[in-house]
């Protein structure tokens, strides 16, 4: 896959000032405050920043955290996994494998018949189609 490599000036000058900072700086938009919480519609998501497919609504779920969840992406090449141990804590950010966007974390604690699972992405993070 071609990387998107843009310097944060760029980035800062196509995304708005929530997208940037949720995007390139890691931040967290507040819950249940997302566009895609409460979104039941079936379709894509896409990373907002450079529109690689990342999600499906098929494997999207009610996680009553007010994040969008997920049990898995679309394909696992699409994302990419790293620690992150900001804030006195250690999770697993998730991040667009193409562009390096921050999208969120992925936690333990989904449905066990699914794998166990929950991707808690921002809103933000994504555009549907």
Same mark, same amino acid.
């Given at each position: #896959? *071609?990387? =998107?490599?843009?310097?944060?000036?760029?980035?800062?000058?196509?995304? &708005?000032?929530? +997208?940037?900072? /949720?995007?390139?700086?890691?931040?967290?938009? %507040?819950?249940?405050?997302?566009?895609?919480?409460?979104?039941?519609?079936?379709?894509?998501?896409?990373?907002? %920043?450079? !529109?690689? +497919?990342?999600? &499906?609504?098929?494997?999207?779920?009610?996680?009553?955290? !007010?994040?969008?969840?997920?049990?898995?992406? #679309?394909?696992?090449?699409? =994302?990419?996994?790293?620690? *992150?141990?900001?804030?006195?804590?250690?999770?697993? +950010? =998730?991040?667009?494998? $193409?562009? !390096? &966007?921050?999208?969120?974390? =992925?936690?333990?604690? !989904?449905? %066990?018949?699914?794998?166990? @699972? $929950?991707?808690? /992405?921002? &809103?933000? %993070?994504?555009? @549907?189609?």
């Amino acid at each position: #896959m *071609d990387k =998107v490599e843009k310097t944060e000036e760029e980035w800062e000058k196509e995304l &708005s000032p929530e +997208e940037f900072n /949720i995007l390139r700086r890691k931040g967290t938009e %507040a819950p249940f405050t997302g566009e895609y919480w409460n979104d039941h519609e079936k379709g894509t998501y896409k990373c907002r %920043a450079c !529109g690689l +497919e990342l999600f &499906s609504s098929e494997t999207k779920f009610d996680s009553g955290t !007010g994040w969008p969840s997920f049990t898995d992406p #679309m394909n696992r090449e699409n =994302v990419e996994l790293k620690l *992150d141990t900001s804030h006195g804590t250690q999770r697993v +950010e =998730v991040l667009c494998k $193409r562009c !390096g &966007s921050h999208l969120g974390h =992925v936690f333990e604690d !989904g449905p %066990a018949d699914k794998g166990g @699972k $929950r991707f808690c /992405i921002n &809103s933000c %993070a994504l555009k @549907k189609e």
